[in-house]
T-cell receptor
Framework: DAGVTQSPTHLIKTRGQQVTLRCSPI?????VSWYQQVLGQGPQFIFQ???????GRGNFPDRFSARQFPNYSSELNVNALLLGDSALYLC????????????FGEGSWLTVV | QKEVEQNSGPLSVPEGAIASLNCTYS??????FFWYRQYSGKSPELIMS????GDKEDGRFTAQLNKASQYVSLLIRDSQPSDSATYLC????????????????FGQGTILTVHP
């Protein structure tokens, strides 16, 4: 079975630009969450979506937005990119609910120059 | 105080030794605890989950949870050079509705090096 798939794997953007990252969850998983991992730190929670509704949001500015589609895939959008947005963006999927195992995709490496 | 703290590392152990990784968390309502392994340039990979007080063993890995002390640890027996990676402790926090909906709070990670 396919795991969590993310695209693109690597991208370089200029300050002020916008970026869209895409994620397809494991088949049957209805919950998708997004994390940002800056070099040398643990992942930080950005968003969680379940059944196409936002269920949680981390401490990130409004420049960050996301959505989930009827097929449970998801997009993360970041506007007005800053140098500090350079990070590994991880998508994770799970069945739902408390304690369910969360599986990560390979991530999208974003470099802002 | 950080929500999840790990021993700062880096931790270096000889091949065949036991590696001990520690993690403390601040929120007493935390219910689910995970250890992820992350190789350089790769995404986190789940290696252990634990939900109840006590020990849970899986091959060379043992997770230990003490909710009263808000402490979770990971022991790696017979450490191998292939175990060299960053180990991330993650905690699932229940919201008022009793479900975490996929939110994990991670520690900063501990870099483990196993030398031959």
């Amino acid at each position: 079975d396919a795991g969590v798939t993310q695209s693109p794997t690597h991208l370089i953007k200029t300050r002020g630009q916008q970026v869209t990252l895409r994620c397809s969850p494991i088949s049957g998983h209805k919950s998708v969450s997004w994390y940002q991992q800056v070099l040398g730190q643990g992942p930080q929670f950005i968003f969680q979506y379940y059944e196409k509704e936002e269920r949680g949001r981390g401490n990130f500015p409004d420049r960050f937005s996301a959505r989930q589609f009827p097929n449970y895939s998801s997009e993360l959008n970041v506007n007005a990119l800053l140098l500090g947005d350079s990070a590994l963006y991880l998508c994770a999927s799970s069945l739902a609910g408390s304690g369910n195992t969360i599986y990560f995709g390979e991530g999208s490496w974003l470099t802002v120059v | 105080q950080k929500e999840v703290e790990q021993n700062s590392g880096p931790l270096s152990v000889p091949e065949g030794a036991i590696a001990s990784l520690n993690c403390t968390y601040s929120d007493r309502v935390s219910q689910s605890f995970f250890w992820y392994r992350q190789y350089s340039g790769k995404s986190p990979e789940l290696i252990m989950s634990i939900y109840s007080n006590g020990d849970k063993e899986d091959g060379r890995f043992t997770a230990q949870l003490n909710k009263a002390s808000q402490y979770v640890s990971l022991l790696i027996r017979d450490s191998q050079p292939s175990d060299s990676a960053t180990y991330l402790c993650a905690v699932s926090l229940n919201n008022a509705g009793g479900t975490s909906y996929g939110k994990l709070t991670f520690g900063q990670g501990t870099i483990l090096t196993v030398h031959p």
